[in-house]
């Protein structure tokens, strides 16, 4: 089998981490994003995954070499020229999604973080006989979305309705689908939809199908939704694999931790928190929903909470870092400074408190 990860474009929304790399090689729980997708894929049988991408290609392609070794899985790029939307890409990449098999092929979008409970979808594929099966996933606030209206008992799509004003529905379209080949016959070569142009028509001829996703989900393309995500996976490993799970004294709740970081004395680590490879922490320090990025140093009695420290950052005695910061790669942030919800951009020295949020060029 096949895939296709839609990869998209420049990131702008998780900056100041995707000055650094692409926003699919940005970390999350201490692998980059697009790894829990191609992992995902490798488990269900997919040999070829193929990057849509319009930003960067050799970085991702230089990056992934390992992981295409390590995981015996076929990585290509399929390069735009311009921003091809969601479906766009597909009609772009279609050599290399169509082989003499006819098998079905995954279509992701990056952005997405959650079981992927693809060998359920496969079986879900193959018992309907439709053209084409979406995931959708439950949520409280329908009103900001796009809703698939489906049939509960068979999961046949029967049409799509932009940000309702009336609830008549509360599933969205979850970013995994799994495709017949013959759905790229309706795809032109142009920017395009697949959610608006395409899903639609394959809705009206009774062939589209919906499967409600088991588990969380999240598109973690922003800070605050990423924090949350982390959160959500952080949850789903310690109900699936709790030993992958730090445990001691100064832990609370859902934290991993690298084995090659090193924390100290008297700290107090969760709930909710990710330190990466080859960290510092040092004695009495406090974390919590936060991101510490490879590298990165957190000198004694720092706090960081609801944050994302990116790599090989410095974070000085007594500083407090809260509500949402981001530091990109390679910031120092001096000794009993305190961020309230800043941006800062990679390389910057902090040597004076931002009380209120800010962007730091």
């Not at 799509?157 to 995994?176: C, D």
């Not at 445990?247 to 004395?265: F, L, R």
């Not at 590298?295 to 410095?314: F, L």
């Amino acid at each position: 089998m096949k895939a296709l990860i839609l990869v998209g474009g420049f990131g702008t929304r998780l900056r100041p981490l995707t000055l650094s790399v692409p926003k699919p090689l940005v970390d999350f729980a201490n692998k980059p994003m697009i790894l829990h997708q191609i992992e995902a894929l490798k488990a269900v049988g997919v040999s070829e995954v193929v990057l849509a991408i319009n930003y960067q290609p050799e970085v991702m392609l230089n990056f992934l070499k390992d992981f295409e070794a390590k995981l015996d899985i076929k990585i290509t790029c399929s390069q735009e020229t311009e921003p091809m939307g969601t479906a766009g890409p597909l009609a772009l990449a279609r050599d290399k999604l169509i082989d003499e098999s006819g098998d079905p092929f995954f279509v992701l979008n990056s952005d997405v973080i959650s079981e992927y409970p693809l060998k359920d979808m496969i079986k879900f594929h193959k018992a309907h006989g439709g053209e084409a099966s979406i995931m959708v996933t439950k949520v409280d606030e329908p009103s900001k979305y796009g809703v698939v209206v489906m049939e509960d008992t068979t999961g046949q799509v029967e049409k799509f309705v932009e940000k309702p004003k009336l609830f008549v529905g509360n599933k969205i379209n979850a970013g995994i689908y799994l495709l017949n080949p013959s759905v790229l016959n309706r795809i032109e070569l142009r920017p395009t939809s697949i959610e608006k142009e395409v899903f639609p028509k394959i809705a009206e001829e009774k062939k589209l199908y919906a499967m409600v996703l088991p588990g969380f989900w999240m598109d973690i393309g922003m800070p605050k939704d990423y924090i949350t995500g982390l959160r959500l996976y952080l949850d789903s490993l310690r109900k699936k694999t709790p030993s992958k799970l730090a445990a001691g004294s100064n832990i609370v709740g859902n934290v991993i931790v690298d084995e090659t970081a090193k924390v100290g004395e008297g700290c107090l680590i969760g709930p909710d928190v990710a330190i990466g490879p080859g960290c510092i922490i040092e004695s009495g320090v406090r974390l919590s929903n936060c991101t510490i990025m490879r590298g990165v140093r957190v000198r004694n009695h720092a706090c960081i909470s609801s944050s994302i420290i990116g790599w090989h950052c410095t974070v000085g005695q007594w500083a407090r870092l809260e509500n949402m910061s981001v530091l990109g790669e390679d910031v120092h942030v001096s000794d009993e400074i305190y961020t309230n919800g800043c941006l800062i951009l990679p390389h910057k020295e902090i040597k004076s408190s931002l009380v209120t949020p800010e962007i730091v060029m």
